[in-house]
């Protein structure tokens, strides 16, 4: 034998046995089963999707944030590497000159400094990309890695897998700037700050080597920043290539110094550094 409990509407309950339960109980009891209602149901939907707008900006952020933090590690490793580096050469830092007379953006190098900092000084190739940059994230595989950065010194630019270079190799394409200064081959001095001639052997640029004045207070590297108006004083607002961005807005840009310490800026404290005789703003 069964029974059913039913509250009343004067908070009283009665006991009946299934079977003797009146007909009219047997409904309220029904009725009271019931899930939700549709009314119910599209105001739960409507929490549900609420929450979501408040939450998905967060995780955006949460996530963009992570790979800055990534990108700051990759950056220790830097100045690990640049230390032993300075360690092995008489306290220069590393930096090459350019074999060409084009290359004269703080991203451009002598190819070799992609091969030393590689093979013998433990960067990876994942390490010349910046993770939290859409226009430099690592392709996903060392062979297109290396292509990217070695591009303009491949013998065959146009084989997707050749990694072969020319006989006449001179340039390198980094994924951020190293501002640490070097020439190219019709002598003039990369990178020179802002304003300055850049046949003049920069002074007051990033630390040549680990006893300069500045090793400590002048970044060697920087995730880099570009602007491309022509014939303005540039201005935080024209960047329009490279740092960190977050939900639309330029945000940040880590740096090494030749101490090995990395700092973040956040966008008011990033100031111009150089212009290219192609008219680049660096930042």
């Not at 002598?187 to 990033?206: C, K, L, M, Q």
Request: hydrophobic residues 35%.
């Amino acid at each position: 034998m069964s029974i059913e409990v039913i509250y009343t509407d004067n908070n009283t309950c009665e006991v009946w046995k299934t079977g003797d339960m009146p007909a009219r109980k047997m409904l309220k009891k029904r009725a009271s089963d019931k899930g939700f209602t549709l009314i119910e149901l599209l105001v739960v939907i409507a929490i549900i999707a609420l929450l979501l707008s408040v939450l998905l900006p967060a995780l955006s952020t949460v996530k963009q944030r992570a790979k800055v933090a990534v990108c700051k590690a990759h950056f220790h490793q830097w100045g690990l590497s640049a230390r032993l580096y300075a360690g092995d050469n008489d306290g220069w830092y590393p930096s090459h000159n350019i074999n060409a007379t084009t290359g004269e953006n703080t991203w451009d190098i002598g190819y070799k400094f992609v091969l030393e900092m590689h093979d013998n000084y433990d960067i990876p190739y994942k390490m010349f990309f910046c993770p939290a940059q859409e226009q430099s994230k690592y392709p996903g595989d060392d062979i297109s890695a290396f292509r990217r950065l070695m591009w303009y010194s491949l013998a065959d630019q146009n084989d997707p897998y050749s990694t072969e270079l020319s006989p006449s190799a001179a340039l390198a394409t980094l994924r951020f700037s190293w501002w640490i200064p070097r020439k190219t081959s019709n002598n003039h001095w990369i990178p020179v700050e802002f304003g300055d001639d850049s046949t003049i052997e920069p002074r007051n640029g990033a630390p040549r080597r680990d006893i300069d004045d500045g090793h400590g207070t002048k970044p060697i590297m920087t995730d880099f920043c570009m602007s491309d108006i022509l014939g303005t004083t540039p201005k935080l607002d024209d960047i329009d290539y490279g740092g960190h961005w977050l939900r639309g807005k330029f945000d940040s840009v880590n740096l090494l110094y030749g101490d090995g310490h990395v700092d973040i800026h956040r966008e008011n404290h990033i100031q111009p550094r150089f212009t290219s005789r192609q008219s680049h703003h660096w930042w």
